[in-house]
């Protein structure tokens, strides 16, 4: 609730030619988070009140519900970040085209009074197998058309996919067109109410390298993959449903993960990779 104010504002500060509506889901807060959006008494602002399910399944409840929406173009927001005015008409010009596009971009890392503290930029590409080990797109950073949003695919268990953005993501890299823009329109801010922060520099590996041995991740890789493969197997070349087959069959030997990073080295960053192949 802290910094929705000024998030609310910098949302309808957008130089759009059309309206801007937001469609808010409230995860079943219990602060005043939904007092002050009705307070608002603005028709521009749907709250749609929920059941805590945590961020990827209110995500997910967010964007069925958003098939149902009259609009053109979908963006994803978080409540604490702050979009330039530019935001949405830039990556709607950007996508430019009639079929299932998404737009997504670096982040500009502020603390949380909006200074630049950094910046994130992703360090792979955005094919179908570099998405099995790793994510390139950040949820609030993403724009995405009618044609993308009414053909989504939703995964079977939810609670079995590592984030609502990755799988948004393995979506796309299937068959969208995808744009990924290396400058950013968003301020991402870092203080310890993240759900989900980011880090860079050598920091940033430490910690991933620390949490990859010490933790025992309740999703895995694996699991993702299994949901995209039932949830997409009608709508995959053959070339991606089997390097998805050996991607899952890859969780328990390392020698097949190794095979799989050897064979689609040109994909992979060295990170990702490499976690992929020790870690799983």
């Given at each position: 609730?802290?910094?929705?104010?000024?998030?609310?504002?910098?949302?309808?500060?957008?130089?759009?030619?059309?309206?801007?509506?937001?469609?808010?889901?409230?995860?079943?807060?219990?602060?005043?988070?939904?007092d002050y959006l009705r307070s608002l008494k603005d028709p521009r602002v749907l709250v749609v009140p929920g059941e805590n399910v945590g961020p990827k399944g209110s995500f997910f409840q967010l964007l069925k519900?958003?098939?149902?929406?009259?609009?053109?173009?979908?963006?994803?927001?978080?409540?604490?970040?702050?979009?330039?005015?530019?935001?949405?008409?830039?990556?709607?010009?950007?996508?430019?085209?009639?079929?299932?596009?998404?737009?997504?971009?670096?982040?500009?890392?502020?603390?949380?009074?909006?200074?630049?503290?950094?910046?994130?930029?992703?360090?792979?590409?955005?094919?179908?197998?570099?998405?099995?080990?790793?994510?390139?797109?950040?949820?609030?950073?993403?724009?995405?058309?009618?044609?993308?949003?009414?053909?989504?695919?939703?995964?079977?268990?939810?609670?079995?996919?590592?984030?609502?953005?990755?799988?948004?993501?393995?979506?796309?890299?299937?068959?969208?067109?995808?744009?990924?823009?290396?400058?950013?329109?968003?301020?991402?801010?870092?203080?310890?109410?993240?759900?989900?922060?980011?880090?860079?520099?050598?920091?940033?590996?430490?910690?991933?390298?620390?949490?990859?041995?010490?933790?025992?991740?309740?999703?895995?890789?694996?699991?993702?993959?299994?949901?995209?493969?039932?949830?997409?197997?009608?709508?995959?070349?053959?070339?991606?449903?089997?390097?998805?087959?050996?991607?899952?069959?890859?969780?328990?030997?390392?020698?097949?993960?190794?095979?799989?990073?050897?064979?689609?080295?040109?994909?992979?960053?060295?990170?990702?990779?490499?976690?992929?192949?020790?870690?799983?």
């Open positions: 609730m802290k910094y929705l104010p000024e998030q609310i504002h910098s949302l309808f500060q957008q130089d759009l030619s059309s309206d801007l509506f937001l469609l808010v889901r409230d995860d079943g807060s219990t602060d005043s988070t939904v519900l958003a098939q149902s929406e009259d609009a053109d173009y979908f963006a994803l927001c978080d409540q604490d970040d702050f979009w330039h005015p530019h935001k949405i008409s830039h990556a709607i010009a950007a996508l430019g085209v009639d079929r299932p596009a998404i737009y997504a971009s670096s982040l500009n890392l502020v603390d949380e009074n909006l200074y630049q503290i950094g910046k994130y930029l992703h360090p792979g590409n955005h094919s179908f197998v570099s998405t099995l080990v790793c994510n390139y797109i950040t949820g609030c950073t993403c724009v995405f058309n009618r044609s993308f949003l009414d053909q989504l695919a939703f995964p079977e268990r939810p609670d079995f996919t590592i984030m609502h953005d990755w799988w948004i993501a393995s979506i796309a890299s299937i068959d969208s067109h995808i744009v990924y823009d290396c400058c950013s329109s968003i301020d991402y801010r870092q203080h310890g109410s993240n759900h989900v922060g980011i880090q860079t520099g050598w920091r940033a590996l430490w910690l991933k390298l620390r949490k990859a041995v010490v933790a025992n991740p309740e999703v895995s890789r694996f699991r993702h993959a299994e949901q995209l493969l039932a949830a997409t197997e009608d709508r995959l070349t053959s070339e991606q449903r089997a390097d998805l087959i050996e991607f899952i069959a890859s969780e328990h030997s390392r020698l097949r993960r190794l095979s799989f990073v050897t064979t689609h080295h040109a994909d992979l960053n060295f990170l990702s990779a490499f976690r992929y192949v020790v870690f799983g």
